[in-house]
């Protein structure tokens, strides 16, 4: 062997001690605390193991079994599976699970179906929305004229009457469900006849309800929507990537081109794997009992927050996040969450709709079940979490009520062990 080359093949992590410092601190960051972020989850050792694999050494390019580049048998074989388990998933004749992330699911999308400087109608940052949607710094937002639709000020849901008068006066080529901050179930049969009235193709993004959707507890996309964007990740508690689905023969090309070569190259395959092991395991009995449970804990815990005093916008929801008002406390989002990080509650602040606030600085925090469901707490240690996190934002610069919220993290979090 050449010297050149010792342990190249055999040195894991320990040859880099600054990099495996920082791994295994992340490592005990995520046993050690409670993830509270809606945008992330805990996956199983297969998905780990899947997207750490060999695939990381393979390039191909083209859908599978017509690719550009040789040797592609086990790649093509891999993808394949993907994609039928996501069709057997969501029950849909079409996937494609190359996209990077689910911002490159929804970039494909509009590339493959619009043409620039299209009118796209989407929700609002401000009120829920995803920026990948066409917020004014993204991609999005520069390259389609965006005409964004909200809540209602008095119910915090969206109003179909507002949705169908904005589509009249503009007459976007596309209207988008789904966002980032959104908690009640969304009307698709309603926003489809919409679309079907001014003549616009309607898009689903269900990045932050897709497991739900799988498992028949969340309005089903389909038939009502074209086409169907998510991230793997979030409920599905996968590699992190995205996906797209559809049932239109026509629309094959135009989503897959648009996709690849449209927004980006090669397949990462690593993520690939580890998206056909998460589809496999969404697949059995277990994953309707995971996703059950995300919804009752989920619930409990904003009741829990509003016995505590902190207002739940829209009074509730239908999926895994919520998002909580902490004006009548005194206290932003950004104070908080930094306050509940010290504690070992890891949450994101977020903007409330009609927020006066800035997003550097906003009213509220949003919250998921999905992660703590994931390492096994149930409703009574979600109410105890509930707990917590008033008692850390009402004080947040209480450093002993802190530290000692932070020991109760981390004896609860001993009796869950992850990646043990």
Known sequence: MSTLHAGYF???????????????????????????????????????????????????????????????????AIEALAVERAKKLFNCRFANVQPHSGSNANAGVFLGLLKLGDTILSMNTAAGGHISHGHPATLTGRDYRIVPYGVSRETERIELDELRTLALDHAPKLIVAGGSAYPPAIDFAGMRAIADEVGALFMVDMAHFAGLVAT????????????????????????????????????????????????????????????????????????????????????????????????????????????????????????????????????????????????????????????GTARGFGIAEFETIAGWIARVVKAPADAAAIAAVRAQVTSLCASFPIYA
């Not at 993830?35 to 694999?53: D, F, H, K, P």
Request: proline share 6%; aromatic share 6%; hydrophobic share 40%.
């Open 10 to 76: 055999t040195e894991g992590l320990d040859a880099d001690p600054e990099l495996a410092a920082a791994l295994r601190g992340e490592l005990k960051r995520q046993q050690d605390g409670i993830e509270l972020i809606a945008s992330e989850n805990i996956v199983s050792r297969l998905v780990l193991e899947a997207q750490g694999s060999v695939l990381t050494n393979k390039t191909v390019e083209g859908l599978p079994y017509a690719r550009y580049y040789g040797g592609a048998e086990f790649a093509d």
């Open 216 to 371: 028949g507890l969340y309005p089903h996309p389909f038939p009502h929507a074209h086409v169907v964007t998510s991230t793997t990740y979030k409920s599905l508690r996968g590699a992190r990537g995205g996906i797209v689905l559809w049932n239109d023969a026509s629309l094959n090309d135009r989503i897959n081109y648009g996709i690849f070569p449209g927004v980006q190259g090669s397949v990462m395959m690593h993520a690939v794997a580890g998206k056909a092991a998460c589809f496999g395991e969404a697949l059995k009995p277990e994953f309707h009992a995971y996703n059950e449970a995300v919804l009752a804990n989920a619930r409990a815990m904003a009741a829990a927050l509003a016995t505590e005093g902190l207002r739940i916008v829209g009074g509730g929801t239908d999926c895994g996040l919520m998002l909580v008002d902490l004006s009548p406390l005194g206290v932003t989002g950004d104070i908080a969450a930094k306050a509940l990080e010290k504690a070992g509650l890891a949450v994101n602040k977020n903007l409330v709709p009609f927020d006066p606030r800035p997003p550097e600085a906003p009213s509220g925090l949003r919250l998921s079940s999905n992660a």
